[in-house]
């Protein structure tokens, strides 16, 4: 059973970590003795889609640095408000290609369960900001509809949870999914798309390493860093027992303008995945949502950077540089991924 609530379990402490994120900018910049002015694109207060900082990240921002990597990606700023044409609600198309709420089944093989619309850190550059999830989420109510899908889609081996962020959920509601997915014959491998870990190393609990390592389906987990400076020790000590167990560690980055545009920065930051036991995945380009355009990189500027990433890594450390463009098969590569 899916429910909304763990009420009659014992709160975990990642919850009680998550319930005193930062909330409103003057707090975290008052955190951070950072001067409001000193920023380029003043703060903003009543965004609509809130700010939302775990102490732990903000943890990792430099203080008194008003151009802080980290800092950048989750600072609601005046600069989103500025309508620039080409960037829309839903870049990537998503909601037209979903059979059923909460369930996407775009590429071959794979489909993506959306079971949660919470995230733990809420990213200004993310591309699903404006989505509505009011009955989205395959939660208790639908769930057994997207189930009954991949029961009669034979052709689909590999589950992908999506969000928001899936590791928002207990982990006795994740363990109800993982069961009834693995009573599916054809499904061979359970992916989990997440940020959590990053900004909450404490949700990766001694439940959650069983949940995933106990069921029959080959786990993956991808995580979401942009910057060396989230491959924090914590996360390190938090992915062992994964490690341990054989989970497949991947990380996908997005590249943010001001945040991780530099090869430099972008090399340190495949060199920390793999300290940590992670191979770096994607690295997408930016999603042009709405209220993002002030992270967009040209893409001249991306293919330099990815050809000065493979000059000065080994080739397991340099990510896929992609793009997602609706009605696609799979997502584009640019430049060397390109393919023969
Ligand atoms: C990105 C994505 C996937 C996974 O694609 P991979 O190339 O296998 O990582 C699956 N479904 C949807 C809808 C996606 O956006
Ligand atoms: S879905 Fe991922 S990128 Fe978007 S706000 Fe949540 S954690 Fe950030």
């Not at 001067?35 to 102490?55: G, I, K, Q, T, Y």
């Not at 008003?66 to 309508?83: C, F, G, I, K, T």
């Not at 006795?172 to 061979?188: A, K």
């Amino acid at each position: 059973m899916i429910h909304g609530t763990g009420s009659a379990l014992q709160i975990p402490s990642w919850q009680d970590e998550l319930k005193r994120s930062f909330k409103r900018p003057s707090e975290l910049l008052d955190y951070l003795h950072i001067d409001p002015r000193w920023l380029e694109s003043p703060p903003v207060h009543d965004s609509e889609f809130a700010m939302r900082v775990p102490r732990g990240f903000a943890k990792l921002m430099e203080p008194g640095n008003p151009q802080d990597p980290l800092l950048r990606q989750v600072l609601p700023v005046a600069a989103e408000r500025v309508a620039v044409p080409g960037f829309v609600a839903d870049p990537v198309g998503d909601l037209d290609r979903s059979p059923l709420p909460g369930l996407l089944h775009k590429y071959h093989g794979r489909a993506l369960l959306i079971i949660t619309g919470a995230c733990a850190i809420n990213c200004r550059y993310c591309f699903r900001q404006h989505f509505s999830y009011g009955g989205q989420p395959a939660g208790r109510r639908l769930l057994p509809s997207a189930l009954r899908y991949l029961a009669h889609h034979p052709e689909i081996t590999e589950v992908i949870l999506s969000g928001g962020d899936p590791l928002m959920l207990f982990d006795t509601q994740l363990q109800g999914i993982v069961e009834r997915l693995s009573t599916i014959p054809h499904l061979r491998r359970l992916r989990i798309h997440t940020r959590v870990p990053v900004v909450l190393p404490q949700r990766i609990t001694s439940g959650l390493t069983r949940c995933l390592t106990l069921s029959r389906l080959q786990p993956i987990l991808v995580l979401h860093l942009n910057h060396a400076r989230e491959a924090s020790e914590a996360l390190g000590q938090a992915l062992l027992p994964l490690r341990n167990r054989g989970v497949t560690l991947l990380n996908q980055s997005v590249l943010l303008k001001g945040v991780n545009d530099n090869a430099q920065t972008l090399c340190d930051l495949s060199e920390s995945l793999h300290t940590l036991g992670v191979l770096p995945y994607y690295l997408h380009v930016l999603d042009r949502v709405v209220g993002a355009h002030h992270f967009e990189t040209p893409e001249y500027r991306a293919l330099d950077l990815h050809r000065e990433m493979a000059r000065r890594l080994p080739g397991y450390l340099v990510p896929k540089l992609v793009r997602e463009l609706p009605g696609e098969q799979s997502k584009t590569g640019l430049g060397m991924t390109d393919g023969p």
